[in-house]
DNA sequence: CCTATAATGAAACACGGTCTCAATGAGAAC
DNA sequence: GTTCTCATTGAGACCGTGTTTCATTATAGG
């Protein structure tokens, strides 16, 4: 079966190219938070020959079809990270550190704030900022 | 009375110069999300002579202190935000705009992750990913 | 006023990301 | 299968953001 990713970009009139197949394997597989370079890094040790401009341009594209998106994740910088979905982060001033959670209680706001603005929600982002348990005392 | 982040940086010990007097400046009045291309600019509206490195210097201190914070925003990538209170935002995944709102249903759940985590949390970010009224049909 | 030293601007540097362009190859038409 | 077209590609130049270095300046405390 092909994977979800390739077919939605081939659904929406795109070529799947061996570069291209590349990078969504990368991205798929990994399902973590990755920057750019580490997903050139990882997509060039499948595809040698794979050009950073390339990279660039497929991950705009995912991000246009609603893949992936961007997110800051503090000290690493600007991360990818599946659109789909929630994801929670509690993160260190001090340190810089990223804790995850699973709890989540914007379930109805999304859903008032879908109906009222008229917009179609894919995907949400929570973080809390503060100082961990080891930085501070 | 003394702008409120200018105490903030002499009482930890920092000198109060006029460079960073304006970059002060810059970040309390706007109460906006700048890139820290932008505060350079407008800082440099008010003190000419500042440079680059300086402005970049003074942003880490008040990150360090926990008096901003750098937050990913949309297709205007990295901005700087008061640390402070909560922010809430709606990004549009083609066009990249951005909504803000006011509600939020985070405050017992930042409550209890506080206790069973001991973090001190100082603010937090709700983002929701999708399409906007414009966008879709 | 003097001094120690934090803070500064200029300039070189590093790097991520974008753009251009000629070459390539995927997929449609037949 | 063959041909054609046009999206896609990699190389490399390019640009702007952010960092580092270093000699100079000026703050705050004594």
Redesign the interface.
């Known amino acids: 079966m092909m994977q979800p990713m390739a077919k939605r970009v081939q659904s929406a009139g795109f070529k799947l190219t061996p570069p291209r197949q590349a990078v969504l394997q990368v991205l798929e597989e990994s399902r973590e938070h990755l920057t750019p370079a580490e997903v050139l890094a990882r997509a060039q040790a499948i595809y040698p020959s794979l050009g950073r401009a390339t990279v660039y341009r497929t991950i705009e594209l995912l991000?246009?079809l609603?893949v992936v998106?961007?997110?800051?994740l503090g000290a690493r910088g600007?991360c990818l990270t599946l659109?789909e979905g929630g994801h929670h982060h509690?993160i260190?001033?001090?340190c810089g550190s990223v804790?995850e959670?699973e709890?989540?209680?914007?379930g109805?706001?999304?859903q008032?704030?879908?109906q009222r603005?008229?917009?179609?929600?894919?995907?949400?982002?929570?973080?809390?900022?503060?100082?961990?348990?080891r930085c501070?005392d």
């Open positions: 991000i246009n609603g998106r961007p997110i800051f600007m659109a509690l260190c001033f001090e804790i959670f709890e989540c209680t914007v109805e706001l999304e008032e704030l879908a603005l008229n917009f179609q929600i894919r995907g949400h982002l929570l973080e809390f900022y503060g100082v961990c348990e501070h």
